[in-house]
């Protein structure tokens, strides 16, 4: 039988600069994509939604759907 162990000690440092500018380009990239599908969505017809199951209402939800639990 193999057992493995890893402990690592938390020495308290922080990530680096480039590692904490890369998370807010990430997320602002994100943040981008979701507003822009959000807008092409908008400017869809009632109808055209319809057609993809989608109601003005609903927009946002689906959108955000993978982050959102409602």
Same mark, same amino acid.
């Given at each position: 039988?193999?057992?493995? @162990? @890893?402990? @690592?000690?938390?020495? +308290? ?5 480039? !590692? ?6 990430? !997320? ?14 908008? !400017? ?8 993809? +199951? ?17």
């Amino acid at each position: 039988m193999t057992v493995v @162990t @890893t402990n @690592t000690a938390q020495t +308290g440092h922080r990530p680096s600069l480039f !590692a904490r500018i890369g998370v807010l380009l990430t !997320a602002y990239g994100e943040m981008q994509s979701r507003r822009d599908r959000i807008m092409a969505l908008s !400017a869809l017809s009632d109808e055209q939604l319809a057609a993809r +199951g989608l109601t003005r209402d609903g927009i946002v939800g689906h959108v955000f759907a993978d982050k959102l639990y409602l």
